[in-house]
């Protein structure tokens, strides 16, 4: 299944005493980088998350962030008074200080998320309760993982829709071909004609020059490759994480259509040229987000 590197997944669970929020998203990167924005009590999980997320998502930019907030009936017991009033007499002190009403209802909200206000920030580890916490993770990793299989199927689609795009484009210069080669002759004999007399032309010399030189200018190869690259990156894109190998076939491609233009030496075939670079950038770009 072709993946995009965008994703996004989120999930809410209920525990006993809170309810859990996980939101994971992703944007592409040539590498895995996963920055994970934990309340303090689930710190120590930040390893097991990054190895469950790690099964699936080999590249990427990803933020995880974990947030849970206490049932109401939980959170009184909960709450270290304690803490809460040290954490208000401190700030009171700043607020008289900068000329701010220290009893706003904004005041006692920051309080309330500052580390140690609830009891639950500094209980032992409890692995019953890691393992819920870890099946919520990776409740999260299914949503997570199922937008971006539909984000790569709609992707792999346009991308494929410009590779036919370059096909056609490709087979517009056949009819061309053979009359750009009668022009390149026309050319090269009127100029022998007008710089050399006829009477001292060698015939048979003239005609293997020209064939040389017309064989040069050709461009069969180049056709004949650009449509087996064609071939192998719609073959490619059904395998598992193609992203990496479709991006080098791009780069073939490119090649092959370069020089299809440096060699054309005529007008028309340089402005399907042109057609072709343009469908290949907007394959370039999709492809970068490919998992």
Do not use: W
């Not at 206000?117 to 209980?123: I, L, R, S, W």
């Not at 076939?249 to 040229?273: H, P, Y």
């Amino acid at each position: 299944m072709i993946k995009s590197m965008t994703g996004f997944g989120k999930i809410e669970c209920a525990l006993d005493d809170r309810t859990i929020s996980i939101a994971i998203r992703s944007i592409n990167s040539k590498q895995f980088d996963a920055v994970f924005r934990l309340p303090s009590a689930y710190r120590d999980y930040e390893s097991d998350f990054r190895a469950e997320l790690l099964k699936i998502a080999q590249r990427g930019k990803i933020d995880v962030s974990i947030s849970y907030t206490m049932n109401a009936e939980n959170v009184a017991s909960n709450i270290n008074s304690d803490i809460v009033i040290a954490y208000f007499s401190e700030l009171e002190s700043i607020a008289d200080t900068m000329g701010i009403d220290a009893h706003s209802p904004e005041i006692l909200k920051a309080i309330l998320n500052l580390p140690g206000v609830f009891d639950v920030e500094n209980k032992d580890e409890n692995n019953e309760e890691k393992e819920v916490v870890l099946n919520c993770f990776r409740e999260a990793l299914v949503k997570f993982n199922l937008y971006r299989e539909q984000e790569g199927e709609a992707l792999i689609a346009d991308v494929l829709s410009h590779v036919e795009n370059i096909e056609k484009l490709l087979l517009q210069v056949e009819p061309l071909e053979k009359e750009r080669i009668n022009q390149i002759k026309i050319r090269i004999e009127n100029l022998f004609n007008e710089f050399t007399p006829s009477a001292q032309i060698d015939k048979n010399r003239f005609e293997q020059e020209l064939i040389y030189y017309l064989e040069k200018l050709d461009i069969t190869e180049e056709k004949v490759r650009l449509k087996q690259h064609c071939d192998y990156f719609r073959e490619t894109v059904n395998e598992e994480n193609p992203g990496r190998k479709t991006g080098f076939i791009c780069q073939e491609m490119g090649r092959e259509i370069n020089t299809l233009g440096s060699k054309a030496s005529d007008a028309n075939i340089q402005r399907i040229v042109v057609q072709m670079k343009d469908e290949l950038e907007k394959i370039k770009e999709q492809v970068l987000n490919i998992l």
